[in-house]
């Protein structure tokens, strides 16, 4: 192993890392990736311009997906008692069916759509004459077969170039039923420049056809929504199981193992806690606008994050006795985090890490990192915005470009009746003063080292240079780059959808987390790589006997 | 129960599809595309389609699946792809250096009417394609026929390359379908046994069945090489396998070079494989090898070992139609009975062919193209099978029905193997029944109460 870790200390410098990653391009490509690549300069908050959130240049192989991944694969696939109707010919569907890993407990009332996958399956008399027809049809029957508590519409691709009205056909529907929610999304795949218009399109509709619906006023004393936290793994379990122990109210989270009355009743929480920044900042702002309720940052992933992302909480409602609740908590937890974290530590320290995922993750899992002594020498996302790497101080100054105009953009204002500030103006600002952050998060670019590489959209051909220059240890990203990286000799651990692992938040996760990498940082099959004929090939054609 | 809103009862869906057995064109273009030598597959759409496909077929594979996209945005969605394809020809070819892009189309592009031909001309016009390289594409709208169709049509559209010099190359075309590697391996191999020389194309292995070595090649040793693809025009005839996924290029390689064909069904099984053999035999003039011949009698005595266990059970299928086709032969020809069969291609020639091989089985048989899985559910429901063979998503069904699942198919998402152990041939049906019959007496050891629990079986 010594020689290993040796061979892997490579000197050197950022800017001819960069200068490498761009030299087989041609000029236009190069003249635009190189606003992507940011050699970082860790100032607090200065850190240097970022491009972000513009489009792929085409023929590039990138990591990214499109609108409708983003609204039905991300944010409405763990809804569990939807009936999710995918507009569209099959694919669409069939490829966002149970792949994402997110899991699911049909609870008490047992309703749970998530291993199912429904599809209008357009043929091409659809595509000719349009799919209204078609798609009502479908509707009702799932209506008749189901009988849910909504039904939702993804439109794809063709469903914008043809025109089809889904809205109005779900609207027709939501009348002629009465007692099943019925409303659509302009998903499309060719709309924004990544997954990322397609979160902040679910998160509009669910905002106008279902946040609000129920107003009843639901038990607990410190009710929360937990937004961004897809339960993938079971991360969302090991959450509400922290939360659950503290004395927490999860009154909806957005999305995971989540169904119709959380999102309806999410207006009657004190606190929304926003894990995915880039997924779901809008929901946050808007239920602030709307109903009073501030928002705060906060991050599940890594033992030291969840205990200050619970003290944040604690804070936040200030009781004595509920602080010293969540104290309480965190101190019997912390224990085995430690036990694990000490067994491993000798076999992860020093080692190297990049991370190429998602908008808020690539940041989040640097806590965890940090927590085993590995260093990330490099990391980017494949779909956040500016403010995502830099912070959101940078908001006012982006500019909209014309594929981010085309996002609705919803307009909220104060609830006549429900909007309630849940602190007032001199409270929120007593509390901003002693050190609690609302509706903010300073990005990911602050907490890295100086000199690192953020690098935004990825692609394949700059993957496999920054392996062969820099020689990580792991690398991270998601199953498209997976066996690219490991064919190369290196691990690659998913952390879109983790493999087969998981959860890896709050406390228990990062027990499992620190397993995990230990194992495929050490994992003896590295070592294969080379039959002993090919390592040693100048022996002569005798036998040597020692 | 996973699939707890699944009821018996079976109500008539005219529009609405529930747990597809089909996907869309495009992922067998792209995975059609990947069997010829150094060639890019490129899907000219929108990001995601790419993104998708890439991502099935590596969990399927277990291997990294490089293909790019035009990356469509609004605009291009409004003004037409042409040239974000050019963009992304000249990108291709600059950063990645394929041999070969292989494009294909998307429900976005065909809707809008894009031409690839046209496009094509116009690269070569702007000298976006450097000599030597090849660019070629197929139409593979999502809305009409399945994977399966878009795989047809990208082989199909593999014949271009094909050319008559007026010498015959003395070697025969094999044109296997969507099958696994290994099973592509297995086809080669069985010629070369046969004594016959083959052009396969398209031909995986080699490219998503590769060494980890610390090496990556984006594009790897295998795969039909564009010399063996013009030379299929020179050759003494073709052999389709499968008529949905094969047929198509062989009758085209037919009409273009006067190529002679034959179509015949998937080698799945002791029949199929035994007319794969003769044909083979046939059309190159040769004497079958002893060892061949060999290969054969064991899966004959195999089939006699375990017959016990498969007379009279009952299994549900559900795959592709040349799989099917070829598979319910081969449990019929076992004594085995498949009950309820399911397809999400459509095709009515499918029904009509199923009917016929089960016509003598003792047990009324469920069958139906352009079905979906929640309906072979309710079959199950109503009429219990003893094993169920099919795709990963099958494991729901058996889950709840608590059938033994045979995993056969496309995609297999959870388990290994399927990239190295042929199913297809004499050898590949001893494999089949391997895995069959264990599902059958894991079960039997499962479920025999004490006193009934056998040593020997």
Redesign the interface.
């Known amino acids: 192993m010594a020689t290993m870790t040796k061979k892997k200390l490579v000197q050197w410098d950022p800017a001819d890392v960069k200068a490498e990653l761009l030299s087989?391009?041609?000029p236009k490509?190069a003249r635009k990736r190189a606003k992507q690549i940011m050699i970082n300069e860790a100032l607090e908050n200065e850190t240097p311009e970022i491009t972000a959130n513009v489009?792929?240049?085409?023929?590039?192989?990138?990591?990214?997906?499109?609108?409708?991944?983003g609204c039905k694969g991300v944010i409405m696939g763990p809804t569990r008692d939807f009936v999710n109707?995918v507009h569209?010919?099959?694919?669409?569907?069939?490829?966002?069916?149970?792949?994402r890993r997110n899991q699911t407990d049909?609870g008490s009332d047992?309703?749970?759509?998530m291993?199912?996958?429904?599809?209008?399956?357009?043929?091409?008399s659809?595509?000719i004459f349009g799919g209204e027809k078609?798609?009502?049809?479908?509707i009702?029957?799932?209506y008749?077969?189901?009988h849910p508590k909504s039904i939702s519409i993804f439109a794809?691709?063709?469903v914008?170039?043809?025109g089809d009205d889904i809205h109005t056909v779900a609207k027709n529907m939501k009348e002629k039923f009465g007692d099943c929610n019925v409303f659509a999304f302009s998903c499309?795949?060719?709309?924004?420049?990544?997954q990322s218009a397609g979160h902040h399109i679910a998160n509009n509709q669910i905002f106008r056809h279902v946040v609000g619906e129920n107003n009843e006023e639901k038990p607990g004393k410190y009710k929360i929504n937990l937004l961004g936290e897809y339960n993938i793994g079971g991360d969302g379990f090991e959450i509400n199981r922290i939360f659950k122990k503290c004395g927490i109210t999860n009154i909806a989270t957005f999305s995971g193992n989540s169904t119709y009355d959380q999102f309806a009743s999410c207006h009657t929480a004190d606190l929304n806690v926003v894990m995915c920044h880039r997924s779901i900042n809008y929901v946050a702002d808007m239920l602030e606008t709307k109903y009073g309720i501030p928002w705060i940052k906060i991050n599940f992933i890594g033992s030291e994050a969840t205990a200050k992302s619970l003290r944040k909480i604690a804070e936040y409602f200030g009781d004595k006795e509920f602080i010293d609740r969540v104290e309480a908590v965190i101190t019997e937890e912390m224990p085995a985090v430690e036990a694990a974290r000490e067994e491993i530590l000798p076999r992860t320290e020093g080692k190297t890490a990049m991370l190429f995922v998602g908008g808020s993750r690539a940041h989040h899992y640097q806590e965890l990192f940090k927590e085993m002594g590995m260093k990330i020498i490099s990391a980017g996302y494949e779909f956040a915005h500016r403010d995502d790497y830099e912070g959101r101080q940078v908001l006012p100054h982006l500019k909209l470009d014309?594929?981010s105009r085309?996002i609705e953009e919803l307009k909220v204002t104060a609830d006549e009746t429900l909007y309630n500030p849940r602190k007032s103006p001199e409270e929120m600002k007593a509390m901003q003063e002693a050190g609690v952050k609302f509706k903010h998060y300073e990005g990911m670019a602050p907490d890295m080292d100086q000199g690192t590489l953020v690098i935004d959209d990825l692609n394949?051909?700059e993957a496999?240079k920054l392996v062969e220059l820099l020689k990580p240890d792991l690398f991270c990203a998601?199953?498209?780059e997976?066996?690219?990286?490991?064919?190369?000799?290196v691990p690659m651990k998913q952390l879109h959808s983790y493999d087969s692992g998981g959860p890896y938040a709050g406390f228990k996760g990062a027990i499992n987390f620190y397993h995990e990498i230990d194992r495929l940082v050490n994992s003896k099959?590295w070592s294969?790589?080379?039959a002993p004929w090919q390592e040693n090939p100048q022996l002569s054609a005798a036998y040597v006997w020692e | 129960m996973?699939?707890?809103?699944t009821?018996k009862e079976i109500?008539e869906?005219?529009?609405?599809?529930?747990?597809?057995a089909?996907?869309?064109?495009?992922?067998g273009a792209m995975y059609a595309a990947l069997g010829i030598h150094g060639c890019l597959p490129?899907s000219h759409?929108?990001?995601?389609?790419c993104?998708?496909?890439?991502?099935?077929l590596?969990?399927h594979y277990?291997?990294?699946?490089?293909?790019?996209?035009?990356?469509?945005?609004?605009?291009?969605?409004v003004f037409g792809g042409h040239s974000?394809?050019l963009?992304?020809?000249?990108?291709?070819f600059?950063?990645?250096e394929p041999e070969v892009i292989a494009i294909h189309t998307?429900?976005?592009s065909e809707?809008?009417g894009d031409d690839l031909k046209q496009i094509r001309t116009k690269a070569q016009k702007e000298g976006k394609i450097p000599a030597g390289k090849y660019v070629f594409g197929a139409s593979t709208?999502?809305?009409?026929g399945?994977?399966v169709t878009g795989f047809s049509n990208m082989v199909k559209a593999m014949t271009e390359f094909a050319e008559s010099t007026g010498k015959k190359n003395g070697k025969v075309n094999i044109i296997p379908g969507w099958v696994e590697p290994a099973d592509m391996e297995e086809i080669k191999r069985m010629a070369k046994l046969t004594g016959v020389k083959s052009i396969l194309f398209p031909d995986t292995s080699g490219v998503l069945n590769?060494p980890?070595?610390?090496?990556?090649?984006?594009f790897p040793d295998g795969g039909t090489t564009v010399a063996e693809l013009k030379s299929t025009g020179d050759s003494v005839g073709t052999l389709a396998l499968g008529e949905w996924c094969s047929a198509d290029a062989a009758i085209e390689l037919d009409k273009k070079n006067k190529v002679p064909c034959k179509v015949l069904d998937m080698p799945f099984g002791l029949k199929a494989t035994d007319r794969f053999v003769d044909a083979l035999r046939k059309i190159a003039g040769v004497t079958v090898s002893d060892e061949l011949a060999l290969e054969r009698g064991q899966l004959v005595d195999m089939i006699s070992d375990m017959h016990e266990y498969f007379y009279h059970k009952k299994v549900a299928l559900v795959g592709d139609p040349d799989q099917l086709i070829a598979m319910t032969e081969f449990l019929v020809s076992i004594d085995i009975c498949p009950v309820h069969i399911i397809t999400?291609t459509p095709g009515k020639k499918f029904e009509k062919r199923i009917r016929e091989i089960t016509r003598d089985m003792p047990f009324e048989v469920n069958v139906k193209a352009k079905g979906d899985m929640?309906l072979l559910h309710q079959w199950i429901k109503n009429d219990p099978v003893d094993l169920l063979m099919g795709n990963t998503?099958c494991k729901?069904i058996a889950r709840d029905e608590d059938v033994p699942l045979v995993r056969w198919g496309f995609p297999i998402l959870d388990r290994q193997g399927h990239q190295y152990f042929p199913t297809v041939g004499y050898k590949g049906g001893l494999r089949l029944l391997e895995k069959i019959l264990a599902a059958l007496l894991d079960r039997k050891d499962r479920d025999d109460p004490e006193i009934k629990f056998e040593l020997i079986l």
Not at chain 1, 482 to 489: C, D, P, R, W
Not at chain 2, 22 to 27: L, S
Not at chain 2, 212 to 218: A, P, S
Request: charged share 15%.
């Open positions: 087989k391009y041609p490509v489009r792929t240049t085409p023929g590039i192989i990138t990591m990214r997906g499109c609108t409708y991944a109707i569209g010919p099959i694919g669409c569907s069939f490829y966002a069916w149970l792949t049909p047992g309703e749970n759509y291993p199912y996958c429904f599809s209008t399956d357009m043929q091409d659809d595509i078609k798609l009502t049809q479908a009702q029957e799932a008749d077969q189901f794809t691709c063709p914008g170039l043809i499309e795949g060719y709309k924004g420049v990544s014309a594929d085309n394949q051909y496999e998601g199953i498209k997976k066996y690219s990286i490991q064919k190369l000799g099959v294969y790589m080379k | 996973l699939l707890r809103h009821p109500t869906r005219k529009a609405l599809v529930i747990n597809p089909k996907t869309c064109q495009p992922i490129h759409g929108a990001q995601g389609c993104a998708y496909h890439r991502s099935a590596t969990r277990k291997e990294p699946i490089s293909a790019s996209t035009s990356s469509f945005t609004e605009g291009a969605s974000n394809l963009q992304a020809i000249n990108n291709i600059t950063v990645y998307t429900c976005l809707t809008i709208p999502s809305y009409v399945s994977h590769t980890l070595t610390g090496e990556y090649k984006m999400g929640f998503y729901y």
